[in-house]
C-alpha cells in the first residue's frame, strides 16, 4: 500500500510538472503566436491546447465508472481552429487540467487495481493514468519546441540551458544525496 501511495503522489507532482512547463512556455509567447500554424498538417499550439483539454475532459469525467473515451466528445472537432483569443485558451487548459487534478486528487490507493475501458479496451486504473502520462508530455514537448522556435533567440530555457549542463551538474553535486522528487527543484526553478 506505501509504494501505491507513492505513486499517486509522484503522478500527482508529474502532472503538475508539465502543466506548468506548458504554461512557461505559453507565458513567454505573444498572444497571436499561440494561433501560428507553420503549414496544414501542422497544429498551432491553440490547438494542440483544445485537444489536450478535449481529451482530458473525456478521460477523467467519471474516470471510474464509465468509458474514457466519452459519447459526447467530439475529438475531430478539437483539431479546428476555433480559439480567438489567449484568455479563451487559457480557459479551456485549466478546464481540462482541473478535471484531471480533481480526479487524481480523489483516488486512493486501493483503487489504482481497478479496471477501467478506454474506448471498451480494459486498463487497471494505474495504466490509464501511466497511458496519459505519457500523452500529455508528448503534447506538452510540441508545445513548448513550438514555442521555442515562435521565440528564436529570445527564450528562457524551461530546463538546463544550452551548454550550462556543467554548471547544472557542479551545483547538484556540491550538495548533500537527498531522497526527493526531482519535480521539487524543477517546479521551483519555473516560478
Known amino acids: 500500500m506505501e509504494l ?3 505513486f499517486l503522489e509522484s503522478i500527482k507532482r508529474l502532472f503538475l510538472y508539465y ?14 503566436q499561440l494561433f501560428v500554424s507553420v503549414n496544414e498538417d501542422t497544429n498551432s499550439i491553440a490547438i494542440i491546447v483544445k485537444h489536450l483539454s478535449g481529451n482530458m475532459l473525456s478521460r477523467w469525467t467519471d474516470f471510474l465508472t464509465t468509458d474514457g473515451e466519452k459519447e ?15 484568455e479563451e485558451l487559457m480557459a479551456i487548459w485549466n478546464k481540462g487540467w482541473d478535471c484531471l487534478f480533481n480526479t487524481i486528487n ?6 489504482l487495481s481497478q479496471i477501467i ?23 506538452i514537448g510540441q508545445i513548448v519546441f513550438y514555442a521555442k522556435m515562435l521565440k528564436k533567440n529570445d ?19 556540491s550538495k548533500e544525496k537527498t531522497t526527493k522528487h526531482f519535480t521539487d ?6 516560478k
Do not use: C
Not at 185 to 190: Q, R, Y
Open 155 to 173: 527564450w528562457d530555457s524551461l530546463s538546463i540551458p544550452k551548454n550550462k549542463s556543467g554548471d547544472y551538474n557542479a551545483d547538484k553535486f
Open 72 to 86: 459526447w466528445r467530439n475529438r475531430d472537432g478539437e483539431f479546428e481552429d476555433t480559439i480567438k483569443t489567449k
Open 19 to 32: 502543466k506548468t512547463l506548458g504554461e512557461k512556455a505559453i507565458e513567454q509567447l505573444e498572444p497571436e
Open 117 to 139: 475501458y478506454i474506448r471498451n479496451e480494459g486498463h487497471t486504473v494505474m495504466d490509464a493514468i501511466n497511458r496519459q502520462l505519457a500523452h500529455y508530455p508528448y503534447h
Open 185 to 190: 527543484d524543477e517546479l521551483n526553478k519555473l
Open 106 to 111: 480523489a483516488l486512493t490507493p486501493e483503487q
Open 4 to 6: 501505491n501511495n507513492t
